[in-house]
């Protein structure tokens, strides 16, 4: 029993069990849903996150969570939302957001998302930057977004801790912070690391300086955790807490996963060989604008990719970026998510599906709106180890609905309400329900929400 | 021999004859011209240009006739900012040719002669049915190489075909003001307006005293004569300004200055000018829009807000639409799109990324609508235009035909069957297995 609640301590809030169990690690969510009741949402057109499509269908919301998806529910007693000509999605999730780290407004005193002093900052976390009065937010809820994952930017090859959020107003991040949500790593590969610190003259300024960087440090972290192992078999003193070994060390224990900056196949594929040296798995390649070109190691790894429709060409690593990206990568049977890395871009994440969808298309990839809307919700929330309680309509998870006024892969559609936990936190047009953040107070988001 | 060559000129011109006349049937054809959106509609192109738009136009024999039923058919894309043609990759991949830095010269850089036809990226937005842009160039803001000037140069109206791709030097001259020009000028917006004063001024004087001063009779000016020559075109009310400017104060400032100088102004960006829509439209300054610019990235952009097109349009402003983006200057579309999403006319939003451009670039007699006389840019689709899922299926640019083919189709090609390319495992045509 001390040994466990050690191992718990010394990995503070990678301890899933210790939040979950209402304990004191630091950091711990103290998300708390909007009041809820019960409310059907009946008649939509419904995309379940599943790979499913259910018409003229009604989704059952009771206590928080989704009791049930179907045609023709009784639900007595229940809010009805008349949702004809609707659709119906689970909650929008980007896995990689810097709100809140480089908010809006971008001024040098708020940006927050890269601590560019060291090539291995695997000892801080993004939630201690993140600030809550982001306009941000709010404009990812009229997206539809209902969770997000916050991490450091990619100057360093192990930027610190990633965290994720669901998207409702708190006036500190633990009042944000998504309960039991693991947290990432955030690695980054090619040009950006290379790039920071050769400038300085220091290591690492090439490619290989990477590879060498990050194989040094897992070297370390095994070594940590073996002494740390040892010590709790009651051999070996307990080395003395060290946050940077104990996040790698989160990772090699599978509680922390690796979302990995990387753009290119082949850089991809020596990252993969790394992880099997050191034994960790990369869960997710973020950029990965060439996963196209090894959709089919991805899939034998078991390694998501979330990338852009069609951002490319902005540096050389994205020079290769095709259109079909994400389609060929879903097609290998690898996990494909498309994510925003933008304020913008996480406002329609949906679109930026469309466009991939249509692009696919014209090289005979015909991609049916149930089997895309797994690219933004249920793979989303695999790679962030959120599946069981977010990313599909199913009985028991989380309510984080979207219903859309129309096809969500239309340019001119969008988001009509947004229910987090049950509860709606957004209504398109409804001033006095949607969330002013403390920002906008006096500006014109302030007077029509949202906008 | 003479005579053989000539012959065979003849044989050529003969041979290109017929192709030189394409019909464009059955479409829905949307002019935005005065035309209309003609149902059923046919565009007649002879030698490039638009010989006749209509629902009742003879197809003339030998013409080539492309079957357009069921498709929609526009003019070709007019990107109203963008960088084509000067930029590959702009970061740490060698120079880029959009942004000078020093004093050296102001106006009088001109991107121009940096453009190039052959730059991958043409391909890639011209098959995704972009056919004009102006390229302009950037504001070279301070580094630790230096800085450049709050009057960036001179913009070039091209179209993305493959010969003849200038259609228009000196188009507009390109200004940051606002917080931008603020990092040229010691930090303050103040000095901007100073500093862009000070060069209309030197202008004018330059025009009004040009003997005098090459007969070194005149003060010595700040400006390059090449700066001087260059700003003439704006003190004539030829060549617009583009001003890189949001906040409102700077655009209540910016009114001024165009009324008092008696030139013609174009807002880039403009995040608050919804807050001054009439004073806009009553000033005749156009603004090009980015419609999903909502966010306050800057106390400049405080009050940024979705729908600011259709609040500008509705007062009478022309409104283009364009975020100044250069590799995907394509995504013109998409951002049309949300504009209609927030309550913009959907014939509006089409304008403002074809005509419009034009209008405010004074190339509109000869591109941005599908008019009789105007350059055939045309584009296919397979039905709404401004739809995520609909890329074109034909583009013309001056009635040629363009390949649509690019770099990234030929990428996709190669890794649309999973595993390892063929390519890659291609021999020598004389060896062996």
């Given at each position: ?451 | ?95 880029t040719d959009g942004a000078q830095r020093g004093e050296r010269f102001t106006a009088g850089f001109d991107v121009a002669d940096a453009y190039n036809p052959r730059s991958t990226l043409i391909a890639i937005n011209r098959i995704e049915g972009v056919t004009r842009t102006l390229s302009a160039p950037a504001p070279a803001y301070p580094d630790e190489t230096g800085g450049g000037h709050i009057i960036a140069g001179l913009a070039a109206v091209v179209n993305l075909g493959d010969s003849e791709a200038l259609e228009r030097r000196s188009a507009a001259v390109v200004v940051s003001l606002g917080e931008g020009g603020s990092q040229f000028t010691g930090g303050t917006r103040a000095a901007a307006w100073l500093t862009l004063r000070n060069a209309l001024d030197e ?231």
């Amino acid at each position: 029993m001390i040994v466990a609640i050690a191992t718990c301590g010394l990995l503070a809030a990678g301890c899933g069990k210790d939040e979950q169990d209402g304990g004191t690690a630091a950091f711990a969510s103290r998300y708390e849903p909007l009041p809820s009741g019960t409310t059907l949402i009946a008649g939509a057109t419904v995309l379940t996150g599943t790979g499913e499509r259910i018409d003229d269908a009604d989704v059952l919301i009771r206590d928080g969570r989704i009791a049930a998806v179907g045609t023709d529910l009784d639900a007595a007693g229940a809010d009805v939302v008349d949702a004809a000509g609707r659709w119906v999605t689970p909650g929008i999730i980007d896995v990689h957001s810097h709100l809140g780290v480089y908010p809006s407004p971008s001024t040098e005193s708020h940006s927050d998302g890269n601590e560019m002093t060291a090539p291995v900052t695997a000892n801080v976390w993004a939630e201690h930057s993140v600030w809550p009065h982001d306009p941000g937010f709010t404009t990812a809820l009229a997206g539809g977004v209902t969770a997000m994952q916050i991490l450091p930017g990619s100057a360093n090859l192990f930027g610190g801790r990633g965290v994720t959020l669901k998207n409702l107003p708190g006036r500190n991040v633990m009042d944000m912070k998504f309960p039991g949500a693991p947290h990432g790593l955030k690695m980054a590969c090619g040009e950006n690391p290379k790039r920071v610190y050769g400038a300085r003259s220091q290591a690492p300024g090439t490619r290989m300086g990477n590879v060498a960087g990050y194989r040094a440090a897992w070297i370390d972290a095994a070594e940590y955790r073996d002494k740390v192992k040892a010590a709790e078999e009651g051999q070996g003193e307990m080395p003395k807490r060290d946050l940077k070994l104990e996040t790698l060390m989160g990772v090699l224990e599978g509680e922390i996963l690796v979302h990995n900056h990387c753009y290119r196949g082949d850089e991809m594929s020596i990252m993969l060989d790394i992880a099997k040296e050191f034994g960790y798995r990369v869960g997710t390649f973020h950029h990965a604008v060439e996963s196209y070109k090894i959709a089919d190691l991805l899939a034998e790894n078991d390694t998501c990719s979330a990338m852009w429709a069609d951002w490319w060409g902005f540096k050389m690593e994205a020079y290769d970026g095709i259109r079909e990206n994400i389609a060929l990568v879903d097609r290998a049977g690898a996990c494909a998510i498309v994510h925003s890395d933008s304020a913008i871009g996480i406002q329609r994440l949906n679109q930026e599906a469309a466009k991939v969808m249509g692009a696919a298309a014209r090289v005979g990839m015909d991609i049916p709106p149930e089997r895309a809307i797994r690219w933004l919700t249920s793979n989303a929330a695999t790679s962030l180890g959120i599946d069981e309680q977010v990313g599909t309509l199913e009985a028991g998870k989380m309510a984080d609905v979207v219903v859309w006024n129309g096809n969500p892969f239309s340019v001119y559609t969008l988001a009509e309400r947004v229910y987090i936990d049950g509860a709606l936190a957004y209504e398109l047009g409804n001033e006095d329900l949607n969330p002013v953040t403390d920002f906008s107070l006096g500006t014109s988001a302030a007077a029509g929400g949202a906008q | 021999m003479i005579r053989q060559v000539a012959l065979i000129g003849l044989l050529a011109l003969a041979a290109n004859a017929p192709a030189a006349t394409t019909a464009i049937v059955g479409g829905n054809v949307v002019t935005v011209g005065p035309q209309g959106t003609i149902e059923n509609g046919t565009v007649l192109i002879v030698d490039g240009r638009i010989a006749a738009v209509g629902d009742d136009i003879r197809v003339p024999a030998g013409a080539e006739t492309i079957d357009a039923s069921g498709k929609v058919v526009t003019p070709g894309l007019f990107s109203p900012l963008s960088q084509l043609g000067l930029v590959e990759v702009p970061l740490s991949a060698g120079p880029t040719d959009g942004a000078q830095r020093g004093e050296r010269f102001t106006a009088g850089f001109d991107v121009a002669d940096a453009y190039n036809p052959r730059s991958t990226l043409i391909a890639i937005n011209r098959i995704e049915g972009v056919t004009r842009t102006l390229s302009a160039p950037a504001p070279a803001y301070p580094d630790e190489t230096g800085g450049g000037h709050i009057i960036a140069g001179l913009a070039a109206v091209v179209n993305l075909g493959d010969s003849e791709a200038l259609e228009r030097r000196s188009a507009a001259v390109v200004v940051s003001l606002g917080e931008g020009g603020s990092q040229f000028t010691g930090g303050t917006r103040a000095a901007a307006w100073l500093t862009l004063r000070n060069a209309l001024d030197e202008a004018l004087d330059y025009r009004e005293h040009k003997g005098d001063f090459e007969r070194g009779m005149r003060r010595p000016y700040v400006h390059s004569v090449a700066d001087l020559e260059a700003l003439q075109g704006v003190i004539n009310g030829n060549t617009p300004l583009i001003a890189s400017v949001n906040r409102a104060s700077d655009i209540e400032v910016l009114i001024d200055f165009v009324s008092d100088y008696s030139v013609k102004a174009i807002i880039a960006g403009g995040a608050e000018a919804w807050m001054l829509a009439d004073e806009l439209a009553a000033a005749g300054i156009p603004v090009i829009v980015d419609p999903t610019a909502n966010l306050p990235r800057s106390f400049d952009r405080l009050n940024a807000r979705l729908g600011s097109a259709t609040i500008l349009a509705r007062a009478g402003v022309k409104v283009a639409i364009g975020d100044g983006d250069t590799h995907n200057a394509r995504n013109l579309t998409q951002a049309a799109g949300n504009a209609v999403a927030h309550g913009l006319d959907w014939d509006e939003a089409l304008r403002a990324i074809t005509l419009t451009p034009a209008e405010i670039y004074g190339v509109a007699s000869t591109s941005g609508s599908l008019e009789v006389g105007k350059s055939a840019d045309v584009v296919i689709w397979p039905g709404d235009p401004l739809e995520l899922t609909n890329y074109p299926d034909q583009v013309f640019i001056k009635g040629e035909r363009i390949p649509m083919i690019s770099r990234q189709t030929l990428l996709r090609d190669r890794y649309l069957q999973s595993g390892t390319p063929p390519a890659y495992r291609k021999r020598q045509p004389d060896a062996q297995p």
